[in-house]
């Protein structure tokens, strides 16, 4: 079974500018969450979409903002991009039904922003 | 906001012996938590689960979960140098709807 895709992997941008970025999720997961990774602040929640619905989001400015397909698919938008954006951006699914394994989280290999 | 909490470390283990990795956390509604280990430059992958009060065993690795004292630990017994990595300890909150993590132990270990 393939595991959770992500692209691009590697991305440039300018302050100002905006970015979009997606997650394929493991077939058969319902649920993407979306994360931050920097030096400081290690892992920090942006948000989770299950069944094209946003069901959680984190304390991020709403520069940030996502949406999921029909196929689970997720992207996830970064508008405005500051400096401090630069970061690892991580997805993860799940199935995400309550209890037990089902809430197991698997990782994207991510996608590395640096803003300049 | 509910918190994972770890110690950053680093943890200086030498090969062979046990490294001792602990976390707390403050949702008395989390039922679910996971050990997580990072390379550097790489994603997250899953070590470990645990649910329910007590012991889980894994090979090398043994998670432990106290919900009366909001507390897990991860054992990792005959540590090698392919261990060196950050580790993060993650609960689900009680809603079920987001994975809080911690901010990661760095584990160095020495042959």
């Known amino acids: 079974k393939a595991g959770v895709t992500q692209t691009p992997r590697y991305l440039i941008k300018t302050r100002g500018q905006q970015v979009t970025l997606s997650c394929s999720p493991i077939?058969?997961?319902?649920?993407v969450s979306w994360y931050q990774q920097t030096p400081g602040q290690g892992l920090q929640f942006l948000f989770e979409?299950?069944?094209?619905?946003?069901?959680n989001k984190g304390n991020f400015p709403g520069r940030f903002s996502g949406r999921q397909f029909s196929n689970s698919r997720s992207e996830m938008n970064v508008s405005t991009l500051e400096l401090g954006d630069s970061a690892l951006y991580l997805c993860?699914?799940?199935?995400?039904?309550?209890?037990?394994?089902?809430?197991?989280?698997?990782f994207g290999p991510g996608t590395r922003l640096l803003v300049l | 906001q509910k918190e994972v909490e770890q110690n950053s470390g680093p943890l200086s283990v030498p090969e062979g012996a046990i490294a001792s990795l602990n976390c707390t956390y403050s949702?008395?509604?989390?039922?679910?938590f996971f050990w997580y280990r990072q390379y550097s430059g790489k994603s997250p992958e899953l070590i470990m689960s645990?649910?329910?009060?007590g012991d889980k065993e894994d090979g090398r690795f043994t998670a432990q979960l106290n919900k009366a004292s909001q507390y897990v630990s991860l054992l990792i017994r005959d540590s090698q140098p392919s261990d060196s990595a950050t580790y993060l300890c993650?609960?689900?909150?009680?809603?079920?709807?987001?994975?809080?993590f911690g901010k990661g132990t760095t584990l160095s270990v020495s042959s």
């Open positions: 993860a699914s799940s199935l995400m039904a309550s209890g037990g394994d089902k809430e197991t989280q698997y």
């Open positions: 645990i649910y329910s009060n």
């Open positions: 993650a609960a689900v909150n009680q809603a079920g709807t987001a994975l809080i």
């Open positions: 949702d008395r509604g989390s039922q679910s």
């Open positions: 077939s058969g997961h319902r649920s």
């Open positions: 979409y299950f069944s094209e619905t946003q069901r």
